[in-house]
């Protein structure tokens, strides 16, 4: 059983009582009407960690003691919940079902480090929830994990098991990075040489882009659209929205590859491309033309119907105008629009766009260059290149997802220690990224209503597999979640001694998930590849 004090992300009022609720064989789970899927991860969940059978019952009056019930109660706030363990047993409610799923996770807590086992220790172990009414509710609706697996595939199941991470910290947004110059991941039907073509790689820039080695063999992979719905539902069972980013119009060779008529084909040969092999900004972007426009108006038409979610990000990041400098195609259509330049042409892209999905009910994101040549109307920002982005949509009445790579680029190297493993960007520790700061004192009330919330990124140029992507996430990620859960106070003030002692319970958590975090002394000598260099990188890469 973990103290009362050991929750993490730190819940809003705890007050404890005198006694603990023992689960037992004959203990019952109620679900209420709206609750029942809650119910059916619950009584998975904890099956698979303590044996225990948690059998349905039939009312709430029926978990006597020792049970468990969920319900759900319109007085309380969509994500909001109330954990009550007494007498009676415990009751969860929440005022929807997101609710009550966050509370059964801080339920999940205070059964101790080993209700995260995926086997059970045996029928004979004590499992007991202390007496205590907690009620808690996030600071922001928008709690965000982006991971990239364009630059390294991760597989499906890895993607599951990371679903299941963000729900452990009460994350509820997986903003899904599906294409780069790197790699097309998305099957889509109509354009199937975006995967039998851009999926696939021949070869990939081992370790940072300075790097001079290089992992000689084929690097690819894709999900089919039963994969993308799978994810879809997985995390809907959790509560997590799916967010799929599709970055035009830069990042984009992987496509051209695929496609060359989609490239600047007036500027350069584009049938020579292939899926780019290293890392950077990439000059070979998407020709300005209707052909293009109607292209990608079919890969969303596929997604929308993979991704119910308000959604769709477009990117729109790190677009070099080079080519469209020289391409008089290019330039005939900034002269025929009237667009001015080319980041009036890059601007005029993303407004089609925003254009097409709002009329289809859904709503576009892109990073904070959409700015770049006007904003587009309704759109809202990604706002990674610091805060200066956010806060220029926010005073423009735009809603804002706070991801400044300074602060929360999770890629970025842990340490300045030569034994950190490829060593990139900033310097971040576990307390910069706890004193992280999402709303900028600049902002002032009405406009900081437009900061939906935050989002910590996982680019993963330099990692390899799911091992590096654990390594660089953790646990860090857990500073981040209760940042973005947390009603903290000003960073300053942040008690980090206090985190750090919760942490101490919470590593054990992760060990029983399986978690390859950093360790809090420093890299483990496994963790070192031979032949990588470990110097620190003078200055900061590029986002992607």
Same mark, same amino acid.
């Given at each position: 059983?973990?103290?009362?004090?050991?929750?993490?992300?730190?819940?809003? *009022?705890?007050?404890?009582?005198?006694?603990?609720?023992?689960?037992?064989?004959?203990?019952?789970?109620?679900?209420?009407?709206?609750?029942?899927?809650?119910?059916?991860?619950?009584?998975?969940?904890?099956?698979?960690?303590?044996? &225990?059978?948690?059998?349905?019952?039939?009312? @709430?009056?029926?978990?006597?003691?020792?049970?468990?019930?969920?319900? &759900?109660?319109?007085?309380?706030?969509?994500?909001?919940?109330?954990?009550?363990?007494?007498?009676? *047993?415990?009751?969860?409610?929440?005022?929807?079902?997101?609710?009550?799923?966050?509370?059964?996770?801080?339920?999940?807590?205070?059964?101790?480090?080993?209700?995260?086992?995926?086997?059970?220790?045996?029928?004979?172990?004590?499992?007991?929830? %202390?007496?205590?009414?907690?009620?808690?509710? !996030?600071?922001?609706?928008?709690?965000?994990?982006?991971?990239?697996?364009?630059?390294? $595939?991760? !597989?499906?199941?890895?993607?599951?098991?990371?679903?299941?991470?963000?729900?452990?910290?009460?994350?509820?947004?997986?903003?899904?990075?599906?294409?780069?110059?790197?790699?097309?991941?998305?099957?889509?039907?109509?354009?199937?040489?975006?995967?039998?073509?851009?999926?696939?790689?021949?070869?990939?820039?081992?370790?940072?882009?300075?790097?001079? &080695?290089?992992?000689?063999?084929?690097?690819?992979?894709?999900?089919?659209?039963?994969?993308?719905?799978?994810?879809?539902?997985?995390?809907?069972?959790?509560?997590?929205?799916?967010?799929?980013?599709?970055?035009?119009?830069?990042?984009?060779?992987?496509?051209?590859?695929?496609? %060359?008529?989609?490239?600047?084909?007036?500027?350069?040969?584009?049938?020579?491309?292939?899926?780019?092999?290293?890392? *950077?900004?990439?000059?070979?972007?998407?020709?300005?033309?209707?052909?293009?426009?109607?292209?990608?108006?079919?890969?969303?038409?596929?997604?929308?119907?993979? $991704?119910?979610?308000?959604?769709?990000?477009?990117?729109?990041?790190?677009?070099?105008?080079?080519?469209?400098?020289?391409?008089?195609?290019?330039?005939?259509?900034?002269?025929?629009?009237?667009?001015?330049?080319?980041?009036?042409?890059?601007?005029?892209?993303?407004?089609?766009?925003?254009?097409?999905?709002?009329?289809?009910?859904?709503?576009?994101?892109?990073?904070?260059?959409?700015?770049?040549?006007?904003?587009?109307?309704?759109?809202?920002?990604?706002?990674?290149?610091?805060?200066?982005?956010?806060?220029?949509?926010?005073?423009?009445?735009?809603?804002?997802?706070?991801?400044?790579?300074?602060?929360?680029?999770?890629?970025?190297?842990?340490?300045?220690?030569?034994?950190?493993?490829?060593?990139?960007?900033?310097?971040?520790?576990?307390?910069?990224? $706890?004193?992280?700061?999402?709303?900028?004192?600049?902002?002032?009330?009405?406009?900081?209503?437009?900061?939906?919330?935050?989002?910590?990124?996982?680019?993963?140029?330099?990692?390899?597999?799911?091992?590096?992507?654990?390594?660089?996430?953790?646990?860090?990620?857990?500073?981040?979640?209760?940042?973005?859960?947390?009603?903290?106070?000003?960073?300053?003030?942040?008690?980090?001694?206090?985190?750090?002692?919760?942490?101490?319970?919470?590593?054990?958590?992760?060990?029983? @998930?399986?978690?390859?975090?950093?360790?809090?002394?420093?890299?483990?000598?496994?963790?070192?590849?031979?032949?990588?260099?470990?110097? %620190?990188?003078?200055?900061?890469?590029?986002?992607?």
């Amino acid at each position: 059983m973990s103290s009362l004090t050991d929750v993490i992300p730190a819940p809003g *009022g705890v007050v404890a009582g005198a006694g603990e609720v023992r689960l037992t064989a004959r203990s019952q789970l109620y679900a209420g009407d709206g609750v029942e899927g809650v119910g059916h991860w619950l009584r998975t969940a904890l099956w698979q960690a303590t044996g &225990l059978p948690l059998r349905e019952g039939r009312e @709430l009056d029926d978990t006597d003691e020792d049970g468990i019930g969920l319900q &759900l109660d319109p007085e309380l706030g969509p994500e909001e919940y109330r954990l009550v363990s007494d007498a009676t *047993g415990v009751l969860i409610e929440g005022g929807s079902a997101a609710g009550v799923f966050w509370g059964a996770q801080t339920l999940r807590q205070l059964l101790g480090p080993d209700a995260y086992r995926k086997a059970p220790l045996g029928l004979d172990r004590t499992w007991a929830v %202390p007496h205590v009414t907690i009620e808690d509710t !996030p600071r922001f609706r928008w709690r965000g994990l982006m991971l990239d697996v364009a630059r390294h $595939f991760m !597989p499906k199941e890895g993607v599951l098991r990371y679903l299941d991470l963000m729900a452990a910290h009460k994350l509820n947004v997986f903003h899904f990075h599906l294409t780069d110059d790197q790699g097309w991941r998305v099957e889509i039907k109509r354009y199937p040489k975006l995967t039998e073509v851009g999926s696939w790689r021949a070869r990939t820039k081992f370790g940072h882009r300075a790097s001079p &080695l290089w992992e000689e063999k084929p690097h690819g992979g894709f999900y089919t659209q039963d994969d993308i719905r799978e994810i879809v539902a997985y995390a809907a069972e959790r509560h997590i929205t799916v967010v799929p980013e599709i970055d035009v119009p830069g990042h984009s060779q992987a496509a051209i590859a695929a496609y %060359p008529e989609l490239g600047n084909t007036d500027v350069i040969d584009t049938t020579t491309l292939s899926v780019w092999d290293t890392w *950077g900004i990439n000059k070979n972007v998407l020709a300005p033309t209707d052909n293009t426009l109607r292209f990608f108006e079919g890969v969303f038409e596929e997604l929308l119907d993979l $991704f119910p979610g308000e959604f769709i990000h477009v990117g729109g990041d790190e677009c070099a105008k080079d080519q469209w400098r020289e391409s008089p195609t290019a330039q005939a259509r900034i002269e025929e629009l009237g667009l001015g330049d080319e980041d009036g042409l890059q601007s005029w892209f993303i407004r089609h766009f925003d254009t097409w999905l709002t009329a289809r009910g859904r709503r576009l994101i892109g990073w904070d260059e959409i700015l770049e040549g006007g904003l587009a109307p309704g759109a809202a920002v990604s706002s990674w290149r610091g805060y200066a982005g956010g806060i220029t949509a926010a005073r423009a009445g735009h809603d804002v997802v706070m991801c400044p790579e300074q602060q929360v680029y999770l890629d970025h190297r842990q340490h300045d220690g030569a034994d950190e493993p490829v060593p990139i960007g900033y310097v971040r520790t576990l307390e910069d990224v $706890f004193r992280f700061e999402p709303v900028p004192p600049e902002l002032g009330p009405e406009e900081a209503r437009h900061v939906l919330g935050t989002q910590a990124n996982l680019w993963t140029e330099v990692m390899e597999d799911t091992g590096r992507v654990d390594y660089q996430a953790f646990p860090r990620l857990v500073a981040f979640a209760e940042v973005a859960w947390s009603a903290l106070p000003a960073p300053a003030e942040r008690d980090f001694a206090d985190f750090e002692r919760r942490m101490t319970a919470h590593y054990g958590r992760l060990d029983a @998930l399986g978690v390859g975090y950093r360790p809090p002394a420093g890299p483990h000598p496994w963790q070192r590849r031979p032949g990588v260099p470990g110097r %620190p990188i003078e200055g900061t890469p590029p986002k992607g």
